[in-house]
């Protein structure tokens, strides 16, 4: 690992002027290219205290061994320098997106003497007009069969071409009309070639001048009586219609954009774009890259816009580009655009409209990209096998830990603390064995604490259900002291743990009950640094549990915390492992936060019946559909109450205890005179100053605030 200082240059020596910089290694390879408005201000970044460099850019620059720079005269230049330099290097720290698939393109090989038609892919040939990319090959094949009825384009291979030239018989295409055969002379070099380019008109999305022309001749046609070629007209008509409505309308105006989608979060993003052609998606792709650097929504639209039009020219670049984000700056990426298609590119964000709602479109297909490659690579059995390695040599650990399990801590300013547990085994989750905990033994916002009791809660259960299995063996049994008694939190009430699903029946008890926490984990991750591991140790400690690794998951900086230990583990960015930790933080994250707005939610809406025991929602419902309101229902009497269906004495006598038990209702007070309302009718809330509110107990008016 390399000191910055040893290579940082000298003050002065970096000129104050846009440029392109490269960082290089101990082995003289470029791992990092970068521009700069001006090359001072932005390398000087690179050579601050280690401690305030964000992780990424900390490995970057502790791997480099030397930096060098060009000068340029304008940030255009720069744009164009630096993605010449990335396509040739290849840089290990630069944002290079990948993609999902080779994209086949509809190609017209414009550069040949007799232009052909056919399905294209990989790198894009001089010469050659190219639509689309499709999704699927079979998509161009439908298409180029149906408009080779009114453009008999040439199809066929090189080969064919000779063969049929050589024995003058064209093949099969030529005979029923879908090649205009210019292998046996039908029609000569610049015939062919007029055709080709109204195919590739029609295609670009000038359409309505050929419908137009085609309509025209079929009503002369039939006008002069030959039937027969205003038939084939109409088919024509037909055809090209059939092959319009493949791509439907999305922008009424005719506009010709492309539309970028970007679908981040801390590892990867996935790029999404429409080409939309006449209005029509002429065209789909799709990206996805590791966040090997720091970099903004705005920088993955930049290096997007790099990759999509680097080897671009003329009307391959649209004259609208739509983004979710801007490139800062903004006008450099907007000149280099507008230099690439020979006029003016707007590169906007679209804020209204159908612009609007297409964006949307492509922003959910760039989120179930993302998701989809997560899937993929989650469930890919060498890259978790991969990951568990790579854990545990990062940890020190004597295997592989195909069980780890993740504890959170979620709570709102202190209130409503919960925790979650979750399971992954061989990588993948296990959602039957979820578990989430209510913290008891303190009120108030300490994740420490709250860490601490939980680990030890889980534990407990675990030492619990080995006792009762028998598997401890004499005077190994840590729970001695506690025999006999129940396992309870540090408040003395029983645990109540609950499960998000249950469980199989392999980890059911005799008596079908399943056990919640049969199996140690190899691994216990906590969502924090130093203080939470600290604690889960401790906890496992006073319990005994001496071969179950801890560590913990800092999210700010994506360090790895191990026990007793004052510098953290830094997993590689691009690690597999580091990648599978994060993902079970992240779960357990989740996992806690529904928890504890479902908890917060639930509270939200408590009223009196809720204290009734073994009461439903169905009859608290009865209830008071019945009385009306809470308040009638706390002045009736024990007959009255039994008159509700589904309500038999002896709940009905709870009910009237519970009621009677609950604070008294608190009279409601007319804002504007200081009046006391003491109506048996509630009135209706207005939001005027005066209006007199809502009358009833607290817990009436609890479900209006807001």
């Known amino acids: 690992m390399a000191d910055p200082s040893s290579y940082r240059p000298k003050p002065g020596q970096i000129p104050d002027s846009p440029g392109v910089y490269r960082f290089r290694d101990e082995h003289r390879r470029v791992i990092y290219v970068g521009k700069a408005k001006s090359l001072r201000q932005r390398l000087a970044n690179y050579f601050q205290d280690l401690s305030g460099l964000h992780p990424r850019t900390r490995t970057m620059v502790t791997t480099a061994a030397s930096v060098e720079w060009t000068v340029v005269s304008t940030e255009v230049e720069a744009l164009q320098l630096e993605y010449s330099w990335i396509k040739e290097y290849d840089p290990r720290f630069n944002v290079k997106y990948r993609d999902d698939k080779s994209y086949p393109y509809l190609a017209v090989t414009m550069n040949e003497e007799f232009p052909r038609v056919q399905v294209m892919r990989g790198h894009k040939k001089k010469g050659v007009r190219y639509f689309g990319p499709y999704a699927h090959a079979w998509a161009i094949r439908d298409t180029v069969d149906l408009l080779l009825r009114v453009f008999p384009v040439r199809t066929c291979s090189a080969g064919v071409f000779k063969n049929a030239a050589r024995t003058g018989r064209p093949c099969l295409l030529g005979y029923i009309g879908k090649c205009s055969a210019p292998c046996v002379g039908r029609v000569s070099a610049d015939e062919h070639g007029e055709l080709a380019e109204e195919f590739c008109d029609f295609m670009t999305g000038r359409t309505g001048t050929y419908l137009r022309r085609l309509e025209k001749q079929m009503v002369d046609a039939a006008e002069a009586m030959e039937y027969e070629r205003a038939a084939r007209l109409r088919d024509d008509i037909e055809a090209l219609k059939k092959a319009m409505e493949k791509n439907a309308v999305v922008l009424a105006d005719a506009t010709d954009a492309d539309l970028i989608a970007v679908a981040e979060d801390e590892l990867e993003a996935a790029v999404q774009i429409f080409h939309v052609r006449g209005g029509r998606v002429r065209g789909q792709r799709g990206w996805v890259t590791d966040k090997v650097e720091d970099v903004t929504t705005g920088a993955l639209v930049e290096h997007a816009l790099q990759q999509l039009y680097g080897e671009e020219r003329g009307d391959s670049v649209p004259k609208e580009v739509l983004v979710p984000a801007l490139p800062e700056p903004v006008e450099p990426v ?151 008694t129940a396992l309870t939190d540090t408040t003395g009430a029983a645990l109540t743990d609950t499960a998000e699903a249950p469980l199989g029946s392999s980890l059911k008890d005799d008596d079908g009950r399943p056990k919640r926490f049969a199996y140690p984990p190899q691994l216990v991750v906590v969502d924090g640094g130093q203080p939470q591991v600290a604690a889960a140790k401790r906890a496992l400690d006073e319990l005994g549990v001496d071969d179950i690794a801890v ?137 005027s100053p005066g209006d007199p509110v809502t009358t009833g107990a607290p817990e009436e008016r609890r479900g209006q605030e807001t």
């Not at 959170?408 to 979650?420: K, N």
């Not at 953290?568 to 990648?579: A, D, I, T």
């Open 334 to 484: 907007q000149e280099w655009l507008t230099e690439r298609r020979g006029s003016n590119v707007s590169l906007r964000i679209p804020q209204r409209g159908d612009k609007k709602a297409l964006m949307e479109t492509v922003e959910r297909n760039a989120q179930q990209a993302l998701v989809l490659h997560k899937t993929r690579r989650a469930s890919d059995l060498t890259t978790r096998s991969r990951a568990l390695e790579e854990i545990a040599e990062a940890l020190d650990l004597d295997s592989a830990p195909l069980r780890i399990e993740c504890y959170d801590i979620s709570h709102l300013q202190g209130d409503d603390v919960v925790a979650s547990m979750v399971v992954f085994e061989d990588g993948l989750q296990r959602k039957s064995e979820y578990r989430r905990f209510q913290i008891k033994g303190f009120e108030g916002q300490d994740d420490v604490r709250s860490m601490h009791e939980v680990i030890t809660r889980r534990f407990r259960r675990y030492l619990a259900e080995k006792e009762r299995t028998g598997e401890w063996t004499d005077g190994e049994n840590p729970l001695a002291d506690t025999a006999g």
């Open 551 to 687: 560590c913990g998951l800092a999210k700010r900086l994506e360090e790895v915390w191990v026990p007793d230990d004052d510098d953290p583990v830094v997993l590689p960015r691009s690690s597999e492992g580091l990648y599978l930790l994060q993902r079970v933080r992240d779960e357990a994250h989740r996992f806690a936060l529904t928890y504890q707005r479902t908890k917060r939610a639930k509270r939200f809406r408590a009223g009196p019946l809720d204290e009734v025991p073994g009461l439903g929602e169905t009859r608290k419902q009865a209830l008071i559909k019945h009385f009306g309101s809470v308040k009638r229902l706390r002045a009736a009497t024990i007959d009255q109450i039994c008159e509700v269906p589904g309500i038999g004495r002896k709940t009905a006598e709870t009910i009237a205890a519970t009621l009677a038990r609950a604070a008294s209702p608190a009279p409601a007070v007319n804002t504007a005179t200081g009046e006391i309302i003491d109506d048996e009718e509630p009135v209706t809330t207005v939001g």
